[in-house]
């Protein structure tokens, strides 16, 4: 390819081609103690001759950069979202707003508990209300985002098994299963094994039985799983991996459709995570931060996570290290707590009523999109759905991809499902419960209507999308070629 | 319902599109035998006005830094935060999009990760940075992958200078992912630079000494290190090298704005806590992981890489690129499982460093250098009050007192002061805690004022 033109890289620029030398927006008041002798105080060697290279721009130049660039993202604040296992949902401002309350955005990890007892109760109520949710005797709110919270999960379950005299090496999970679920296990040192799902997008309960032996530390499972069906033998699987001494792992990913409907400790399960930024509508921020707490069953409570907030005989809060069996910490300090605040607002703005309205209203809205569309896209699972589904872009005689068509619905202000997971060139449709009918009714509008161009002028699909200050990226030049940083002079 | 748009009327027209009688026949599929059949025990959902005086009561039980001083550090720091960051990272775009996947419709977040990647590798020295992990100790273990990777070596020696929770993250990780972490032992607040060639040549796979070879991946450090000690990196990581291990080292990335950067210095890895690049305390979290290298290990790198390309009609675009490294793709065959990362905070960490820039990075690091100077040279003047080690020092400093620490520290708190951290306390394993009795870690960023600093010293003098 050709260079780049050079109008239109100054279109929009970079960072690093915005001010001049000198510049900065940093307005500090004059240090008013004396300068300390740095000769004196520091070997030559480990001074640094000038200061790092960061860019040097004035305050405005800054404010309308990141103003332009916010301009040029896809949001919840702005568009439908449905993206399929991702739960985009609306993030509620009250949430925002008390997390930024100085009295949690303030405070120093290394604080007494005495300073902090405001906290420490909220994080307990949260750690309980999440345990009534899964089912589950107790949650730790350490991990960092579901893939940490399923690593931490993996780990307790190995320390069980060691406790209990048995190192074992492999970990099951169906074909359908989530990339963090299978990397979990190298993460752990396992070996990931598939399990078959059967054409109903069900679990494979023969292909289960024969993958089964004393080497299996566990099955990872997700229900209502990736297809979006709620596996109804979710009892029988339980069964099948506690005769051999295995335990149930729940990927929670999927809690928004079956909050106080039905609860992973009731069919079973042993271990879960929650993906806050998912279930309980803590801001995504264009890829995190997530938290991924995590709820186990009694005999599992001695090998969580330290430290776990407590609530003390004197009816004061702290945080307990004293569990010699723990697996220990799995990051630093306590978890994301500014993520765990939103949270709790959630749910106790919410409430157990409006919880369970979560759900319900999340099913009924993916179902209605599933009923509007299935005359002109193939959805092969039956129904009814859970808060996502499948469905299939399929166009006989045509070479319009699924890629196509959600690069398409772009163009309508529409962010597109998630493309080929779980199974090859499928769309995965997750509305959420906070859409409106009339939005629901744009996107069906939208779907029809694709399918109808890719009949009358399929070049607008296939090149689409029209209305974004890019086209489509040459990702494969990307990838061979790697430029991650700017460097001066290109 | 609150966040809920569908009136009864929407909801019927819904159901009867669908072909169903009631919201629960959309549940069929659940045996009712597996259903809770009464509420969560969650009370019932209260109004925004409830709410907030709920959450308000609660917060008002806390005594956070509006209320007292701050000379808390050991990883989580109360520098100034620009007003800019809260205004320009916050906004809600950025704030409620999802990871940018689609690149088209997320140029915004794409090119603001490059941009803070670029910065990353400026204020680090080196070659290339991922688009951030959860947070420093993380980072940490992560690091050691890419070295187990890189060198097909099975061990680590980490100094037991390291922040304690990374070494703790080390140790459960090593436990599980099967790498044996050993203890680096330090000396006068610093790595104990003689031991480390020694160390090395023991930690051998094998006993006989003769035919064994080396086992150790990588060898952590950290500087300016928990105590505040600024290391010899200079002389350290060429030794750690010279025993063909990797050095990894864990940093503060302001301390780059007065010191020379772990990359200028010779680092394979350099990876740290990004809670000073304009992230509130929060109680520890969410801060950001950052991750740097040099540009061989990059396919061995963990998380979200953004990459710079031409969109079709070659103009400059970016997208999320070396995907095949990570778990959607490789899945059991990924370089690390970690799917979302720390988006939001890498966006605050980009628009501080942007804030700064290069005149103002060394603005606050040379603050930081003073007002710790000042401070610790006037604490070290109280009688009965003295600092720990001798070593350099950029922000934070180890003071030991003849009185019982603790009732130092409250008398300070008393007077509106959080003084510092009781090591003792903090690390009761670690083989130097008994050398730690009345032991305190104070910090001092930019943002305390020679006035509160006197006050500490007061206080001190008088506690
Ligand atoms: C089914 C499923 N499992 C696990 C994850 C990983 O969660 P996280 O991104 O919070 O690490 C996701 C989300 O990306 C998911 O959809």
Redesign the pocket.
Known sequence: MNAIPKLQQSDFPLLFELGAPGLSALNLSPCDVPRADRAKAMPRELLAEAPPPLPEVGELDLVRHYTRLAHRCFSIDENFYPL???TMKYNPRINERVAAMPGFAGLHPHQDESDVQGLLELLYRLRCDLAEISGLAEVTLQP???????MTGLMIINAYHRSRGQRRSKVLAPDS?????PATCAVCGQQALTVKSRKDGRIDLDDLRTKMDDDVAALMI?NPN?VGVFDAQIADVAEILHEKGAQLYL????MNAILGITRPGDFGVDVM?F?T??TFSTPHGGG?P?A?PVAVAEHLRPFLPVPQVVRRADGSFGWDADRPKSIGKVRSFFGQIGVLVRAYVYIRSNGCDGLRDISEKAVLNANYLAAKLRHRYRTPFPPPYAHEFIMMPEFPGSDVTDLDVAKRLIDHGIHPPTMSFPIAHCLMIEPSETESKATLDRFVAAMLDIADEVERDPQIVRDAPHTMPVKRMDEVGAARKPVVRWRAGG | MRYTQLTDEHVKDMLGAIGVRTIEDLFSTIPTGLRLKRDLAIPKGVSEPQMLADASALAARNADGTKLACFLGGGSYDHFIPGLVDALAMQSEFLTAY?PYQAEASQGTLQAFFEFQTMICQLTGMEVANASLYEGATAAAEAVIIALNATGRSRVLVADNVHPDTRRVLTTYGEHRGFEVSTLPCKDGVVHENGLPRLLSELRTSVRADSAVPDVAAVIVQSPNFYGCVERLDRIIPLIQSAGALAIVATDPLASGLLKSPGALGADIVVGEGQPLGVPMQYGGPYLGFMATREEHLRRMPGRLVGMTKDREGRRGFCLTLQTREQ?IKRERATS????NQGLLAMRAAVYMATLGKRGVAEVASQCFDKAHYAAERIASVPGFRLKFAAPFFKEFVVQCDKDVSKVLSACREKGMLAGTALNRLDPQSPAAADLKNCFLTAVTEKRTKDEIDALVDALRTA
Do not use: F, M, V
């Not at chain 1, 990927?251 to 999927?254: C, E, P, Q, R």
């Open positions: 399929g296992s991702c960092a985002a579901g893939a940490h919270g399923e299963a989530h990339g963090t679920n997700t990736t990927d929670g990913a999927n995570h993906n930024h998912k995190g997530g991924g | 990871t959607h499982n970690i799917c979302t």
